[in-house]
Nanobody, 122 residues
Framework: QVQLVESGGGLVQAGDSLRLSCAAS????????MGWFRQAPGKEREFVAA???????SYGDSLQGRFTISRDNAKNTVYLQMNSLKPEDTAVYYC????????????????WGQGTQVTVSS
């Protein structure tokens, strides 16, 4: 059974940085892509970033440059480094995984974590 556990969220001030982690377990993740999504109150879940097993990556609109996704395949862990945080980055951040390649759609990811709250105060 696939399990994804996010950590690293919290309350920070605008301009601060956070690094989120997502530990995956329950199967081999060779060839699986890992993604980060976020959902703010009253809004749809949106794509943040994704990375393939080999390290190719993709970012949501306007996030590249502030956010960096990476992964440690030996630890089955994916990271999201978030810099220069803004109040509009406030959301629950979810980790997800898929065999379908570098995808940006919510429906392309069959496995999800429970999420970690990120709150950015102004």
């Amino acid at each position: 059974q696939v399990q994804l556990v996010e950590s690293g969220g919290g309350l920070v001030q605008a301009g601060d940085s956070l690094r989120l982690s997502c530990a995956a377990s329950g199967r081999s993740f060779v060839s699986y892509s890992m993604g980060w999504f976020r959902q703010a109150p009253g809004k749809e879940r949106e794509f943040v970033a994704a990375i393939t097993w080999s390290g190719a990556n993709s970012y949501g609109d306007s996030l590249q440059g502030r956010f960096t996704i990476s992964r440690d395949n030996a630890k089955n862990t994916v990271y999201l480094q978030m810099n220069s945080l803004k109040p509009e980055d406030t959301a629950v951040y979810y980790c997800a995984t898929t065999i379908r390649g570098l995808r940006r759609g919510v429906n392309d990811y069959p496995y999800w974590g429970q999420g970690t709250q990120v709150t950015v105060s102004s």
